[in-house]
């Protein structure tokens, strides 16, 4: 029996119909790559830690997820590798892979979120190591940071990674499969810094999945603290999808009017059939505090995504501190073909590369596109 061994609060999503806005068709001149080679998809800024995107003279940093071009795209998450890159007046800037091959302790560096704290020179790259360095492939997921400086050339002298806090068994699952279907693995992933304006408290957001319950859809948003001696804490989830979506991914909050936005992106294949399904999107809840209790944005928490007649254009939507919108180009253009009777388009439809920046407006419980 799936019976709790915790009295775990958080927020519930149970979200009723689903429709709202439509991104923008990705076109063809939105598709080019920035780094020739690369195929680029999850990213985070550096930022401040109060959330605004840090501006190093006229450039901002950005950091991607990278991986060779395969002909397979897919085999991308086999080969993820966190990539530097910077953007100013004359375009983007290729900074190379961000961490030192001795500083990742996994087989595969996974998304996270970067912060340039307030003493204007120190850095800190959290992080999400996949598997173990040397050891045969697993969607084992474990939560690091690495520290860093502000030099000339951006982010970089990152000191040794140390892991930060380790799921429980109980709150949350420990995601360490051997092998698994993508969208159906357990997670525990994507570490987002958030500082609460409020009480000054740095936190850390993260994908997880519940531990007190296995259903094949469990997704949680988890929640770490640092104490006083610069720990990091779990505490009960923020958001459980108990029965509704194995992923809430990338977890971030941005801070609008003493209201906390709660924003994550899911697909539609990580939606339980059996109930209430979405579009690949951006979701999200709101709430006047950090702990909740968070209510569903929009009346259903979907905020946007992608036009119903290419369903899969665009993914990993991260909202800066300004409100922008950036995620990547994955498979557009498709015009409602397949890959069992076009298995080119694997390759040719998937952009890698960043997708075009919308803007929010945020008005109370009413998230929009501006």
């Not at 991986?67 to 375009?91: E, M, T, V, W, Y």
């Not at 983007?92 to 307030?118: F, I, K, Q, T």
């Not at 579009?279 to 905020?303: D, H, I, K, T, W």
Request: hydrophobic residues 40%; contains cysteine.
């Amino acid at each position: 029996m799936n019976e709790p061994v915790l009295n775990i609060v958080a927020s519930r999503w149970r979200p009723g119909p689903i429709a709202g806005a439509e991104i923008a068709p990705i076109q063809a001149g939105d598709a080019a790559q920035i780094i020739p080679g690369l195929d680029l998809w999850d990213s985070w800024p550096l930022a401040h830690e109060d959330g605004r995107t840090a501006r190093i003279g006229a450039r901002e940093y950005w950091f991607f997820l990278s991986a060779p071009c395969f002909a397979d795209p897919g085999q991308r998450h086999n080969a993820a590798k966190i990539r530097l890159a910077s953007f100013g007046p004359d375009g983007w800037r290729d900074h190379g892979d961000c961490l030192p091959g001795a500083l990742s302790p996994g087989s595969r560096e996974w998304a996270g979120s970067a912060v340039l704290h307030d003493d204007g020179r120190s850095v800190s790259l959290f992080f999400t190591a996949a598997g173990r360095r040397g050891e045969g492939h697993s969607f084992e997921q474990r939560l690091f940071a690495a520290r860093g400086k502000l030099g000339e050339d951006g982010p970089g002298d990152w000191s040794a990674s140390e892991e930060l806090v380790r799921p429980d068994g109980a709150r949350y699952f420990i995601a360490a499969e051997g092998e698994g279907t993508p969208g159906m693995i357990k997670a525990f992933r994507d570490p987002a810094w958030f500082r609460d304006p409020a009480s000054g408290q740095a936190h850390l957001l993260f994908t997880a999945s519940a531990g007190w319950d296995h259903h094949d859809y469990n997704g949680v948003i988890g929640l770490a603290t640092r104490d006083d001696a610069g720990d990091w804490q779990l505490e009960d989830p923020l958001l459980e999808a108990v029965g509704v979506n194995n992923e809430l991914e990338r977890p971030h909050v941005v801070v609008r009017g003493g209201l906390y936005y709660l924003f994550w992106s899911t697909q539609r294949r990580t939606f339980n059939p059996a109930g209430e399904t979405g579009p690949n999107g951006l979701y999200a809840m709101v709430a006047e505090q950090l702990r909740g209790p968070y209510r569903p944005v929009n009346g259903s928490g979907f905020v946007a995504g992608n036009p119903a007649g290419e369903p899969t254009q665009g993914y990993s939507w991260w909202v800066t501190g300004e409100g922008a919108v950036w995620s990547f180009i994955d498979h557009w253009g498709m015009q409602g073909r397949n890959f069992a009777d076009n298995p080119a388009l694997l390759r040719s439809q998937f952009g890698g590369t960043p997708a075009p920046v919308f803007h929010l407006a945020f008005a109370g419980d009413t998230v929009t596109i501006a």
